[in-house]
């Protein structure tokens, strides 16, 4: 079974700076996609990334990049420039094709605060 | 294009009671997912729906079902609440079921049994 860690409950970061959330997983499969999810207050789950676990390039999108190292299983995400409206829970998610399903396995999730 | 609606956003039960939530799937989504997520947790996956055939499911005991309808809306039923059953419920929709295409979540029925 297909598991996802995030060893880090709470992150904190100054405004203006760099913040790296950790993610690891656990799977035998080789075809597969990695996320990072926000979840804000709102409650409301938003994509920030994707990685297609066949692609060597790291995707980056705006302020948000990962490291994408698949030998290690480890998915990190890289917030650059962080700014107030990043405080927000996010979960590292993984998704494999199972038949015809297509389901996300989430981590525990990371609890950043971006501080003024 | 309308995005994933849930309803209600809240909402209380009697532990032994039964209980609908209702999603309506984005415009052109023809998948739905459904998510259980408990306090300070990740969602869990419950099951899945496409084209209005039950297309996988989690470890979740047969008093949660669900149903998807011809326009592709949904509902999660929950027979016989416990107390563990309180959580947020995510609803999410996507064009197909294959991996490349974006999940939409809606903003989550929260639901407190006593």
């Known amino acids: 079974a297909q598991t996802v860690t995030q060893s880090q409950p709470e992150m904190s970061v100054q405004e203006a700076e760099t913040v790296t959330l950790s993610c690891t997983y656990d799977t035998s499969e080789n075809n597969y996609y990695l996320f990072w999810y926000k979840q804000p207050p709102s409650r409301q789950m938003i994509l920030v990334i994707r990685q297609e676990a066949y692609k060597q390039q790291n995707a980056t999108e705006n302020r948000f990049s990962v490291n994408f190292q698949k030998a290690a299983k480890s998915f990190s995400l890289k917030i650059s420039d962080s700014q107030l409206g990043d405080t927000a829970m996010y979960f590292c998610a993984f998704m494999k094709q199972t038949g015809n399903t297509g389901k996300l396995i989430f981590g525990q999730g990371t609890t950043l605060q971006v501080k003024p | 294009e309308t995005g994933v609606t849930q309803s209600p956003t809240h909402l209380i039960k009697t532990r032994g009671q039964q209980v609908t939530l209702r999603c309506s799937s984005q415009?052109?989504?023809?998948?739905v997912s459904w998510y259980q997520q408990a306090l300070g947790q990740g969602p869990q996956f419950i099951f899945q729906y496409y084209r209005e055939e039950e297309n996988g499911r989690g470890n979740f005991p047969p008093r949660f079902s669900g149903l998807q309808f011809p326009n592709y809306s949904s509902e999660l039923n929950v027979n016989a609440l416990e107390l563990d059953d309180s959580a947020l419920y995510l609803c999410?929709?996507?064009?197909?079921?294959?991996?490349?295409?974006?999940?939409?979540f809606g903003q989550g029925t929260r639901l407190t049994v006593v």
């Open positions: 415009s052109g989504h023809n998948t």
């Open positions: 999410a929709s996507s064009r197909e079921v294959v991996m490349d295409t974006e999940a939409f």
